[in-house]
């Protein structure tokens, strides 16, 4: 402490000086203690009159702590707050892991995604807790809270994989150590595809030969004839279609990589006569730029339509598009994957049974070809 005069106190070790409050506009106690610490003379401050609510009688009390131990010296207690506040920095909390995980990829597709779960299922329980904290009891009492608010397992799987993707962010930049434990994921039922019948496939063409947006209804026929992804749809660029050799080039598709897939009749047929307008994209959202949604013309069509609740558009016509070549017999499952552009055979597989319907319709024509074996009987008395 600078050497200011000590006022004494009537209590034992406690002293004071004169000093002004922060502000300076007036006179202000400030309170000092001594004592011995292992032999040696220390002086620390004991806190200020009026920031501290100081009193001779707090600063003896606190004096008589420091030297039974029950309170550490200041220099002591500065260095243990230095010490937390360091853990602190180094300490990867989700909240922390997932801000940098947003950091590390800045061109992230489903930012908006992964954004909305952290913060709708993850950031109450588990923004200040760390992946070496956590446990599988944790992790369990998150999927019941998430059960009872009714959401789809799909849903709950989503936000247990960014829990989990975020742990292993960690362990893989070498920030923290991750689970001790693996986390179970809900059995989803995902062979689900979505069709739609004869007749209401040809009432869905014959409105969108009426509805009013070109644009969209252009949109949704690509859905259907080249079974494209509706983010792939959205990006597409006129300088993607190659007219002379017959191909459209996908723009970083779901699977990874730019990709192309054969531009088949019917759909060079709608490209070709698709009006353009000044902007790259084929279908383009608003002053020219990429579109993000187009719900409301959607819903408008499907509405019209008389299309089931439940059926997503773009989506569904992927389906539609996977499920007609499938069920055909003329398309192996090989080739189906490639032109849907799945990463991996299993997600084509969905549609596997539909090929074999197919092949054994074809294996019984041969019922047609061989006579029956009356007609056999006949043949050979004759």
Known sequence: MPAQQRHPTG???????????????????????????????????????????????KASRLRGLRIEGKALPNTERRKQEQAKRNAEANRWTYQKLFRAY?????????????????????????????????????????????????????????????????SNFGVKRNLCPGL????????LNNIKTEDLSGDQLSKLLEVLEEERDVQVANLVRLALFTGMRRGELFRLKWEDIDFQRGFIKLRDPKSGGDQSIPLNDKTEEILRSHPRVESPYVFPGRNGGQRTDCKRPLIRIKKRAGLPKDFRVL??????????????????????????????????????????EALR??????????????????????
């Open 315 to 356: 989506h569904g016509l992927r389906h539609v598009y996977a499920s007609m070549l499938a069920s055909s017999g003329r398309v192996d499952l090989y080739t189906l994957q490639k032109l849907l552009t799945h990463k991996s055979p299993l997600m084509t597989q969905r549609y596997a049974h539909l090929r074999d």
């Open 180 to 187: 001790s434990f693996t986390i179970e994921m809900p059995r």
């Open 11 to 57: 209590y034992a070790g406690v002293h004071y000086i004169n000093g002004t409050t922060l502000d300076g506009k007036r006179p202000e106690k400030i309170y000092l203690i001594r004592y011995r610490k292992n032999g040696n003379p220390v002086e620390e401050k004991a806190g200020r009159q009026y920031r501290d609510a100081m009193t001779p009688a």
């Open 361 to 382: 319709k074809a294996s019984n024509v041969i019922t047609d070809l061989v006579p029956s074996s009356s007609r056999v009987e006949a043949y050979r008395d004759s």
């Open 102 to 166: 947003l950091d590390s990829k800045p061109d992230l597709k489903g930012i908006r995604s992964d954004e909305h779960r952290f913060k709708s299922y993850l950031e109450k329980e588990f923004a200040d807790r760390t992946p070496e904290e956590l446990t599988h009891f944790d992790v369990e009492r998150l999927k019941k809270r998430l059960r009872k608010k009714a959401l789809k397992p799909a849903t709950i799987r989503h936000a247990l994989e960014m829990l989990r993707r975020l």
